[in-house]
């Protein structure tokens, strides 16, 4: 668990900046750099393939699965084998956050983004590592909020609502480039583009909006909470009324 009298120091904020690096994606891609990517050097499975006979002999072959799964899979079985799957992306994402840890990545983010993350969404700064992991990663956002959870370093109030904002369009940036972004290339008859928007103003929607439904998560809790504190408190009346 982190000591949190323990000081800031260069190193700490050296620490922050190769975690938000590491972390966000910035170096997904083939060059030297993508060692420093988490995900690259999460890696994948390899594929799966099968033998099929093209010219009578079996020597050609056919893909049949994209990941480790197989083809067909059903039921509690094949959910065991998807669950196998995260194994490596948490305890990879954990391993690494131990490592932060220890040089002070979290203490530099508690002091420098709990001003902004407060009055943001009402959590400490020591979630922006997960905030910034969660953006292409939803295994390792949550892997990594649990930790912070389990160590006393969020509140239960505190990990709801960051789980909010994570939930509203999950790996954000992975899953945007990956899939969305291919429509912003799409061209009508006449050669105009299909999608009058941008890529970034699209991004900057959903990032938005997660905060929006943090924010409307807390909404909710502070009425739910209160109408609980009015039950409780009516109860201990009326305990008391019986008592007399």
């Not at 799964?69 to 948490?90: M, S």
């Not at 959590?123 to 389990?150: E, F, H, V, Y």
């Amino acid at each position: 668990m982190t000591d949190k009298t323990r000081s800031v120091s260069i190193g700490s904020y050296l620490a922050l900046a190769f975690a938000v690096v590491f972390f966000s994606g910035l170096l997904q891609s083939g060059e030297w750099y993508g060692v420093f990517d988490f995900t690259t050097l999460n890696g994948s499975f390899g594929t799966m393939v099968q033998s099929v006979s093209e010219n009578g002999n079996g020597d050609g072959i056919k893909t049949a699965m994209t990941d480790m799964r197989g083809k067909g899979g059903n039921g509690a079985r094949d959910g065991f084998l998807f669950a196998l799957t995260l194994i490596p992306t948490v305890m990879f994402a954990l391993g690494m956050i131990n490592v932060l840890e220890h040089y002070g990545a979290l203490e530099a983010a508690r002091k420098l983004l709990t001003p902004l993350l407060r009055p943001l969404m009402g959590i400490p700064g020591n979630t922006g590592l997960a905030l910034i992991a969660s953006l292409q990663s939803t295994d390792a956002g949550a892997a990594m909020t649990r930790q912070l959870k389990d160590e006393g370093l969020i509140t239960k109030r505190e990990t709801d609502v960051f789980t909010m904002f994570q939930f509203s369009a999950g790996a954000t940036i992975v899953n945007f480039f990956s899939s969305g972004a291919v429509l912003f290339t799409l061209t009508l008859a006449d050669g105009s583009p299909a999608v009058s928007s941008s890529i970034g103003l699209a991004v900057i929607v959903m990032f938005a909006f997660k905060f929006v439904g943090a924010n409307l998560f807390r909404v909710y809790l502070n009425m739910s909470e209160g109408k609980q504190t009015d039950n409780n408190t009516q109860q201990t009346l009326n305990t008391q009324e019986q008592a007399k």
